[in-house]
């Protein structure tokens, strides 16, 4: 237990404090994000991202509100595996500067078969998310996602990890 009352020392403990909250709301708007993808509801995977938010799946971009609930949309390939699915974010490495963050780590994505027991790795991917914190809550500006072992493996993501190790 600190016992402090030099105000320095408080407003240092204070600013690690908020940081630590702060990586972990980045976590839960990340979980958010996986969860509402799972269950199809594309309204509230849509609200986990900025109003000028995007998702870059290996070079596909998918811009503003609009873009981004076009995956939901039509006969695409999350339509084939919503609610028989698990996101699933491991790894992060977050770090917070004030109303801004970023997180890199990667994303297994789990499916079962509708018409059996079979079960399956769907997506092996990397991730660079960028996120902002607007009236209180943090939000996905970007995501740049990347397939294990795709050609730009390494490339656009994992660069920020690597910068801050």
């Given at each position: 237990m600190v016992k402090t009352t030099d105000p320095e020392e408080?407003?240092?403990?204070e600013?690690?404090?908020?940081?630590?909250?702060?990586k972990e709301a980045v976590r839960e708007c990340l979980t958010r994000y996986c969860y509402n993808v799972d269950l199809g509801r594309?309204?509230?995977?849509?609200?986990?991202?900025t109003a000028d938010g995007f998702l870059d799946v290996d070079g596909h971009r998918m811009e503003g509100r609009e873009g981004l609930l076009d995956m939901f949309a039509g006969a695409g390939r999350h339509v084939t595996i919503m609610n028989c699915s698990t996101h699933?974010?491991?790894n992060l490495f977050v770090r917070v500067d004030?109303?801004?963050a970023w997180a890199e780590g990667?994303?297994?994505?789990l499916v079962k078969a509708r018409e059996s027991e079979e079960r399956r790795i769907y997506?092996?991917?990397y991730n660079l998310w960028t996120l902002k914190k607007t009236s209180g809550r943090w939000r996905i500006h970007g995501r740049v996602r990347?397939?294990?072992g795709g050609k730009e493996w390494g490339g656009k993501v994992m660069r920020k990890y690597l910068e801050a190790t």
């Open positions: 408080i407003r240092d403990l600013r690690r404090i908020q940081t630590l909250e702060d594309p309204e509230d995977y849509a609200d986990t991202f699933n974010v491991t004030g109303d801004t990667y994303q297994i994505v997506v092996m991917s990347r397939e294990v």
